[in-house]
């Protein structure tokens, strides 16, 4: 990067410290800053739309919508902001960074790299579930559903991550004989696919309170998406333990072909 646009760039810290924080309706902490290209209407919408008993699990967490986010190419562990985007940096800029800061743990979410409503809101979704996991774990009931969903060999995952641990944590009763009745399971790939389940399903959860949105939408060349019923089992599910917002309505809806 060349020592001119380098120094046009911001320290993540410093907004951190000088930009107002804005605290939803719902509890969540967030800041906008520079040519983000969002309208505050549709940025307050997107972030009330988590759900509070989401929202109260998240306290520590502020998430700053800046235009790029870039790692520091000096050397350092440091990230740097762009106020506003160009080609060059959209180039160098990732989809978020994670930035401690005394006792603000902030998520610099990189707006103008996310090309429409649908992904900046994905993108956003995704970091308050692993959020949310990381907080207060998974459900027993979400893990006996999704489990079980695994063991019947129901088609697809949600996420590259869900479906690679899905197959580690089953491989083991593919090759080995059953002991004891039951199969032998990779435990630990067994506990990452159901946190990663979970962590995708609350947000794919909060993405449909926030736009409405095509299923096939979120297809990945790299693993077969989840099948659509299956899908719709957890979402109830999650609905039920984390209902949605005032103003904001959960619904499945589902298209026939033609």
């Known amino acids: 990067m060349a020592e001119g646009v380098q120094n046009d760039l911001i320290q993540a810290e ?12 719902n509890g969540i902490r967030y800041a906008a ?6 309208e505050d209407k549709d940025l307050e919408r997107m972030v009330q739309a988590v759900p509070i008993a989401i929202a109260t699990a998240l306290t520590r967490k502020t998430y700053y919508f800046v235009p790029l986010a870039l790692n520091d190419r000096r050397g350092s562990e440091a990230t740097l902001v762009s106020a506003a985007y160009t080609p060059e940096l959209g180039d160098q800029a990732i989809c978020h960074r994670n930035v401690t800061l005394d006792t603000t743990e902030g998520v610099f979410i990189s707006t103008r790299l996310l090309g429409d409503r649908f992904a900046l809101a ?10 949310f996991v990381d907080a207060i774990g998974v459900p027993e009931a979400f893990n006996e559903l999704v489990w079980a969903q695994a063991v019947a060999d129901i088609r697809g995952e949600t996420s590259q991550d869900a479906w690679e641990s899905r197959n580690l944590a089953l491989a083991p009763s593919q090759k080995s004989p059953i002991l004891d009745g039951k199969p032998p399971i990779d435990e630990k790939a ?3 696919f159901l946190e990663s389940a979970f962590s995708d399903a609350v947000a794919i959860y909060q993405l449909s309170l926030s736009v409405d ?14 099948a659509p019923l299956a899908l719709a089992d957890r979402l109830r599910l999650v609905a039920r333990l984390f209902p949605p ?5 959960f619904a499945i809806r589902y298209r026939r072909r033609a």
């Not at 994905?122 to 959020?131: D, K, M, P, Q, T």
């Open 14 to 25: 410093q907004i951190i410290r000088e930009t107002r924080v804005r605290i939803a309706s």
């Open 33 to 38: 800053f520079g040519d983000n290209n969002l």
């Open 122 to 131: 994905f993108e956003f979704f995704i970091n308050v579930g692993h959020a």
């Open 190 to 192: 067994k506990n990452n």
């Open 213 to 226: 949105f095509d299923y096939s939408e979120l297809r990945e060349r790299e693993y077969p998406l989840l």
């Open 245 to 249: 917002n005032p103003t904001y309505e």
